[in-house]
């Protein structure tokens, strides 16, 4: 089952600690893009990357960076800033710009 | 800003009844719009978009622009189709540059045997 891998499948967090949620693609996709999944609140985009070595914030980017130093890779790191950071979350990759987006199957972060 | 509303949370249908998801969509231009599909235990996945005008797994959407919706359809409901669909819109980059892709907060359909 290739195409897009997250990683770890669930992380827990303690107060004060940062941690980082890995995103794989072998799809040769240019796109990549972090969502948050909370229940009953959807998908809200967090920061995604049109191209390597940028990227640019979405709608709750505070708390959150990204790097995307490799085409196929868009780690995102939940930094102690993020006052509530238990949340599902979801990396996706398209072709382009408003194509179909891919997901990954997600990572579930928890806070002791 | 761009908006996109499922009113309804929860459907339940009768397997073999019609469906109807319902999604209405806010934004100023030429929106481009998605439905997107998570079935148990299984990735988020395209369904379908408006563009393509296809019909995936029995279901279709049309574009209505006059009443900004983009309602999903299936004439006879199957026990397979019970998940989680998410309507989305794109659009586009904004002044700024920003991509633009919005989805609503999902309705989730259950079809009883």
């Known amino acids: 089952d290739g195409g897009i891998t997250q990683s770890p499948k669930y992380l827990f967090r303690k107060e004060g600690q940062n941690v980082t949620l890995s995103c794989e693609q072998n799809?040769?996709?240019?796109?990549m893009y972090w969502y948050r999944q909370d229940p009953g609140q959807g998908l809200r985009l967090i920061y995604y990357?049109?191209?390597?070595?940028?990227?640019q914030k979405g709608d709750i980017a505070e708390g959150y960076s990204v790097s995307r130093e490799k085409k196929e890779s868009f780690p995102l790191t939940v930094t102690s800033a993020q006052k509530n950071p238990t949340a599902f979350y979801l990396c996706?990759?398209?072709?382009?710009?408003?194509?179909?987006?891919?997901f990954g199957s997600g990572t579930q972060l928890s806070v002791l | 800003a761009q908006r996109v509303t499922q009113p309804e949370k929860l459907l339940s249908v009768f397997k073999g009844a019609p469906v109807e998801l319902k999604c209405n969509y806010s934004y100023s231009g030429s929106p481009e719009l998605f439905w997107y599909v998570q079935y148990s235990r299984q990735r988020l996945q395209l369904l379908l978009r408006h563009i393509s005008r296809e019909s995936i797994k029995g279901f279709t959407a049309d574009l209505n622009k006059g009443e900004t919706s983009f309602h999903l359809k299936k004439p006879f409901a199957q026990e397979e189709d019970s998940a989680m669909y998410y309507c989305a819109l794109s659009g586009g980059y904004s002044g700024a540059g920003s991509y633009q892709l919005t989805f609503g907060k999902g309705t989730k359909l259950s079809v009883i045997p």
């Open positions: 996706a990759s398209s072709i382009g710009f408003n194509e179909k987006l891919f």
């Open positions: 990357s049109q191209i390597v070595n940028d990227f």
């Open positions: 799809l040769n996709h240019d796109a």
